[in-house]
């Protein structure tokens, strides 16, 4: 964990450049030339870093050395956006039929994808109240995978993860975790008893808001498996975009760490204002999963998200007068985001349903970037007083 900023800056290297460069060079092409049909066949065995781009290619390998170092995995997987590395999970490990186990409060478009799946071919999903670990114990038997998030969209619970991981290997069910939410540089979910941790690299490994990409990183065998999906779906991404996530990817420590303090101390000095219901930050003493974020190593969160004591009205009041921070929905770029959950991650629930899931209409979330704690808290400040 320690060596995490000096992995992300050096973790793998791209094929040995005869110039010298520093930094990898970009291979914009979308085939690869071969000296004798010997050599195109060793190329056709994965014996060369690059064959037909969509396989895969040097400013790939690259970024997936990089993430499963990252993530102390044996391998990882680059996929053209955050939903295709999830959809290549379920494509690769669900068929038709069978049935998936997931804890409720995930993404939107993981819920989307579930419902689609089970129209096309009758997929079937046991949605568990998430962190109720009885309810997951009944709902494992015969399932084909286990996929949760941590921590949760807007909410920010944090899972015990090393109680779910014990109890998905007595299942010999997979556990998957979307980690999006916190990164490798916050939170190392494979030493925690997770089979395979997903990130949206559109977020904070990509983070400056400046492209779309996923990874899935886990054991060897089960990455290769993904890696055919991947290539039979043709759901890479391409190597520019490779080339550019790898430049992110070498400040994400540097970035997620300072993203995490900077949340931190705004979710502080917003639980002392009075025109704020309440803050949910998991490093916050007060939230409920505070002892499991101890517990389980979360270093931090770069959001924050807390309600407005003069509910929905207040709430628009304050995202039509924020003028630093953008109304904007995503995450985990360097510039600071907010979004009303109530209009955007949750639009689609029946007011019941978002209920259930503790969705209130009075709630903000701010996706905090590099900018200045005291820039940021003068615009919070503005808004609210506005
Ligand atoms: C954004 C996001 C995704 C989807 O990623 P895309 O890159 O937008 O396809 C999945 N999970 C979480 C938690 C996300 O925030």
Redesign the pocket.
Same mark, same amino acid.
């Not at 956006?81 to 999830?86: D, I, L, R």
């Not at 949206?200 to 977020?203: D, E, G, I, P, Q």
């Given at each position: 964990m320690s060596s995490t900023n000096t992995t992300a800056v050096h973790g793998g290297r791209g094929p040995d450049e005869p110039t010298g460069a520093v930094s990898t060079p970009i291979y914009k092409t979308s085939t690869y030339r071969f000296e004798s049909t010997e050599a195109l066949l060793e190329g056709a065995r994965g014996k060369k870093p690059g064959f037909y781009t969509r396989y895969g290619g040097p400013n790939f390998s690259v970024v997936e050395q990089k993430h499963a170092l990252l993530h102390g995995a044996q391998d990882s997987v680059l996929f053209g956006? @955050? +939903? =295709?590395? $999830?959809a290549a999970v379920f494509q690769t490990w669900a068929k038709a039929g069978e049935r998936v186990v997931a804890f409720r409060d $995930?993404?939107g @478009?993981?819920r989307d994808l579930l419902a689609f799946l089970h129209r096309q071919i009758g997929l079937e999903t046991t949605w568990v109240t998430t962190g109720d670990l009885v309810a997951l114990e009944i709902a494992l038997p015969g399932a084909r995978l286990f996929w949760a998030?941590s921590p949760t969209?807007p909410l920010l619970h944090v899972l015990d993860l090393p109680a779910i991981g014990a109890i998905t290997k007595r299942h010999g069910v997979p556990f998957v975790l979307?980690a999006?939410?916190a990164g490798p540089a916050l939170q190392q979910p494979l030493a925690l008893g997770v089979d395979l941790v +997903?990130e949206?690299?559109?977020?904070s490994l990509g983070g400056h808001s400046d492209l %779309? =990409? @996923?990874l899935v990183c886990g054991p060897a065998e089960r990455v290769a498996e993904l890696r055919l999906t991947r290539k039979l779906l043709g759901a890479i991404s391409d190597p520019e975009t490779a080339w550019l996530l790898e430049r992110s990817m070498k400040t994400v420590g540097a970035r997620t760490e300072r993203q995490a303090a900077t949340a931190l101390e705004l979710a502080q000095r917003l639980a002392h204002d009075k025109r704020v219901a309440r803050v949910l930050h998991p490093m916050l003493a007060k939230h409920p999963d505070h002892e499991v974020a101890k517990r389980t190593g979360l270093k931090g969160v770069g959001l924050v998200t807390f309600g407005c004591a003069g509910g929905l009205h207040a709430a628009r009041h304050l995202a039509d007068h924020v003028r630093l921070i953008a109304n904007a929905p995503? %995450?985990g770029g360097v510039e600071s985001l907010l979004s009303l959950p109530v209009y955007t991650s949750h639009a689609m629930f029946t007011p019941e349903e978002r209920a259930a899931a503790g969705i209130t209409d009075d709630l903000v979330r701010v996706s905090v970037g590099l900018e200045d704690v005291e820039d940021l808290w003068k615009d919070l400040e503005h808004a609210l007083r506005a």
């Open positions: 956006s @955050g +939903m =295709a590395a $999830v $995930v993404y @478009g993981t998030e969209n979307d999006t939410f +997903m949206s690299a559109t977020k %779309l =990409a @996923g995503s %995450l």
